[in-house]
């Protein structure tokens, strides 16, 4: 029984050197491969920013008349008011934030909220940034881009980088006069897949904000989804 467990040890260890000599000798290319897409949104995140303000701001008065402050509630009630005129649902509008984090020397607080209104095209968008004249908008801007199918279509980008390493991988061998046989590992360079909007940031003064139906803003360059996947990739040549 000795004899025979020594033996099957010896056997042990010499496939152990075989399958390590292997790993050794084998000839090896590594790849990165990178695809991108542009994909048309199913829903618009369109963030709007309200702050309260003193009413002198508006008079013409200097800074140290400053007296009368706007609520935020009468701000927040003059802007849901022109959205819904713009058959804009209470549904489709949610409060991402509120607060009062900085306020000037010997004054209040100016609270502020940021709004965010769901939308199914830029039209509308647009219509929001050309019509909304409340006193007290901070700033507007398209926030988030979504997708219903954002996860398949990722998926299929990532597809599409793993083909492009191999044809990198392809041509390099080529030129070597060699052949890829097989695939080694594949590894995801870049884990953050999220879809990348290219926002458009509207800032308005306090003052300013009162001509915002003015600014004839355009939404038009800001209309896709923006989807990269990068892998690298070892192959094994023959």
Do not use: C
Request: proline residues 1%; negative net charge; charged residues 30%.
């Amino acid at each position: 029984m000795k004899l025979y467990t020594t033996v099957l040890a010896v056997i042990a260890s010499i496939s152990m050197l075989q399958g390590q000599s292997k790993i050794v000798t084998m000839k090896t290319i590594e790849v990165t491969g990178e695809a991108q897409k542009f994909v048309d949104p199913d829903e618009i995140i369109f963030s709007i920013t309200i702050e309260e303000y003193w009413k002198e701001e508006f008079e013409g008065k200097k800074h140290e008349d400053y007296k009368t402050k706007i609520d935020i509630s009468v701000i927040e009630q003059s802007l849901i008011k022109e959205l819904n005129a713009l058959n804009i649902s209470m549904d489709d509008i949610t409060l991402k934030q509120a607060g009062n984090y900085w306020r000037q020397r010997g004054k209040d607080f100016l609270v502020n909220k940021t709004m965010d209104i769901s939308l199914k095209d830029f039209a509308k968008a647009n219509e929001i940034a050309n019509t909304v004249k409340t006193r007290g908008v901070r700033n507007m801007n398209v926030a988030e881009l979504k997708h219903k199918d954002i996860d398949r279509i990722t998926l299929e980008v990532k597809a599409d980088a793993v083909k492009a390493a191999r044809e990198k991988a392809d041509l390099m061998a080529a030129a070597l006069d060699k052949k890829i046989k097989d695939v080694i590992t594949i590894v995801e360079i870049d884990q953050n897949m999220n879809a990348i909007p290219r926002p458009q940031q509207m800032a308005y003064s306090r003052v300013a904000s009162m001509e915002a139906g003015g600014q004839n803003v355009d939404y038009e360059n800001y209309r896709k989804l923006e989807i990269n996947a990068s892998v690298r990739v070892v192959f094994e040549m023959e």
